[in-house]
């Protein structure tokens, strides 16, 4: 194979996986190339929720508030029947609420940022095969061109063209029925929150948009079988909704319908070589808990730094590794949860109608329940295990280590005031460390290109310790309480190195000051 452009890397894929990522590798000063099928930007709806783990990942690059003033936040997720629902108000993060917003605008704001920090989107561009050997890989596509590049990551989609060319697994199953999916106008319920019901006829979940429509899901019984190439009709609606609820809600000015049935899959591995799989290209479920954008979304901010890092010569061997290591079980957990809701959901037999019964009116509400349930629903559950290699030598990994960076405000040395989250607008590196009378801290002594080093005199709003690594995706590389300062110290250089090693002579660092 001729030699590939060693320096980019290529997406096949202008999803809202594939434009987040263009937008991490640019801002890590990774050229990146977006091949998209599709000849333009979207234009219908899709997948239309974002929850509070995916707002953090934006908020860290500052891009949270964009999305907010587009979206309609929340309160509540509805599980199916009415009342029964899970309330993100008792979560411990700045985004305790459901963002609703079509699709297309998601991607129209990952887009214009993607663009912004220098990516390319190129449209019309269906894969028509892909090769990889020890130096790059090499993307051919249908209309005889040849893109070269040293890695290639592949968010495509459940029906991924770059799996299938390359002829990976994708294990599992396709959930039973299919559902009626329509973006219109209700005029029988408030647009302002959420909202469920569940019969024996099937279930309805409606979810408002900020101009007054929504999105309705409805899961009828008595048309389940029906093929997804059939057209959804105002009637079919309307009727669904009556056989559903026993009313019809009023309608209305429908500008999107289609029919949808969900599988249940995921790749055994989310690497082959020079070739990564994120996004539903990797994992596919049942859309219950509107999971699999959001799962996509957070696959983006894991993989984008670490691919920076391997181009720009300073990620140690196992890193780019982690990258399945942490995704894989977290896609496994998300298959789990969605396949229990939509079994849950769909139970038609007495007995597991009133199990069904049971869970929603009596277990859900306690207060535990719903707590768990908002953080696994939300993402701020996820916490990784440390990668082999990660940790400095003789040195037990902190308890806090792999989980969240906590939300909290912090007073600098010289007295102003600092969100933590909007300490990573670089995607670098940050080393906290608290300060302490008469001490000079590590500032000096770590290196300033590849780590921000901040020292603080207090935290309000989290618990931190004496001095932690938190990696670009706001996930705690190291964290240490030691408070001798030669100690705290070794161990703070030992903890860089271990991330970091050593970049080769001549070759910048990735990220950008």
Not at 369 to 379: C, E, I, P, T
């Amino acid at each position: 194979m001729a030699q590939p452009r060693n320096d980019r890397v290529l997406i096949v894929g202008a999803g809202p996986t594939g434009l987040l990522l263009a937008a991490e590798l640019a801002l890590a000063g990774v050229p990146c190339l977006v091949l998209e099928r599709r000849d333009g930007p979207r234009t219908d709806s899709r997948a239309i929720c974002l929850h509070a783990r995916s707002m953090e990942m934006l908020d860290l690059r500052g891009q949270a508030e964009r999305f907010a003033q587009a979206g309609l936040a929340v309160p509540a997720f509805p599980l199916g029947p009415r009342r029964a629902r899970i309330d993100f108000g008792r979560l411990d993060s700045d985004f305790p609420y459901l963002l609703d917003m079509p699709q297309s605008q998601i991607e129209r704001l990952l887009m214009a940022r993607a663009l912004e920090l220098g990516a390319e989107v190129r449209w019309s561009c269906p894969v028509a095969g892909i090769a990889q050997d020890e130096h790059g890989v090499r993307v051919s596509t249908t209309d005889g061109g040849t893109q070269r590049a040293a890695y290639a990551v592949a968010c495509d989609g459940v029906r991924s063209s770059v799996r299938q060319a390359l002829q990976l697994p994708f294990p599992g199953f396709p959930n039973a029925g299919s559902v009626i999916l329509a973006d219109l106008f209700l005029d029988g319920l408030p647009m302002t929150a959420a909202y469920g019901d569940l019969s024996g006829a099937g279930m309805l979940l409606m979810f408002p948009f900020r101009d007054g429509s929504c999105r309705v899901v409805l899961y009828d019984y008595a048309r389940a079988e029906a093929p997804v190439t059939e057209p959804v009709t105002m009637d079919d609606v309307r009727a669904a909704l009556r056989r559903i609820t026993g009313q019809d809600f009023g309608p209305r000015d429908m500008s999107w319908s289609a029919r949808y049935r969900s599988e249940s899959r995921q790749v055994p591995a989310y690497r082959a070589g020079r070739v990564l799989l994120a996004g539903d290209a990797a994992h596919a479920h049942s859309p219950a808990g509107a999971q699999g954008m959001n799962t996509g979304l957070q696959d983006a901010v894991n993989l984008g730094w670490k691919l920076g890092a391997a181009l720009s010569g300073w990620g140690p061997g196992w890193l780019l590794d982690s990258y399945h290591a942490e995704r894989h079980p977290v896609g496994a957990g998300v298959l789990a949860l969605t396949g229990r809701q939509f079994r849950l959901n769909t139970a038609r037999t007495a007995s597991r109608r009133a199990f069904r019964w049971a869970v929603h009116r009596l277990v859900v509400p306690l207060p535990p329940v719903q707590l768990r349930l908002a953080r696994d629903y939300s993402g701020v559950a996820v916490r990784y295990r440390q990668p082999a290699g990660s940790d400095p030598p003789g040195r037990p990994a902190h308890p806090m280590a792999g989980s969240r960076l906590p939300r909290g405000t912090l007073t600098l040395a010289d007295g102003a005031a600092a969100r933590l989250y909007q300490l990573f607008h670089d995607a670098r590196f940050v080393l906290l460390e608290r300060e302490a009378p008469g001490e000079a801290g590590c500032a000096g002594r770590v290196g300033q290109d590849r780590v921000k080093t901040v020292r603080y005199r207090g935290c309000t709003g989290a618990r931190l310790p004496a001095a932690m690594l938190v990696r670009p995706d706001g996930y705690i590389a190291w964290a240490s309480d030691e408070r001798e300062p030669a100690a705290r110290a070794a161990a703070i250089t030992a903890a860089v190195t271990s991330w970091h090693g050593s970049p080769p002579a001549g070759r910048a660092p990735a990220g950008r000051a």
